[in-house]
């Protein structure tokens, strides 16, 4: 059993800047990916970025750039710094583990 909190989201303006941490516990392996995903109202949830140690990091194009994601192995913790913020980043961003997911964390971006 896994389980992920996430925390860090909130409202910040355009141009801003919020660090989203993820703590993980149960069975975490390093070779297997964490990310995070989003999903805005009406939408469909879509991967924002993914590290394992088997590979570089991924991320979507519409942050690369701008934001950053990055692991602590030894803490199971994965977090994602997120810069130059716009409008369209607002959303409810997911941690994710294999099937595993947290509830989310609402980040806002206002303009």
């Known amino acids: 059993q896994v389980q992920l909190v996430e925390s860090g989201g909130g409202l910040v303006q355009a141009g801003g800047s919020l660090r989203l941490s993820c703590a993980a516990s149960?069975?975490?392996?390093?070779?297997?990916?964490m990310g995070w995903y989003r999903q805005a109202p009406g939408k469909q949830r879509e991967l924002v970025a993914r590290?394992?140690?088997?590979?570089?990091?991924n991320y979507a194009d519409s942050v690369k750039g701008r934001f950053t994601i990055s692991r602590d192995y030894a803490k199971n913790m994965v977090y994602l710094q997120m810069n130059s913020l716009k409008p369209e980043d607002t959303s409810v961003y997911y941690c994710?583990?294999?099937?595993?997911w947290g509830k989310g964390t609402l980040v806002t971006v206002s303009s």
């Open positions: 590290i394992s140690r088997s590979g570089p990091a």
């Open positions: 149960g069975s975490i392996f390093s070779f297997n990916p």
């Open positions: 994710n583990y294999n099937s595993y």
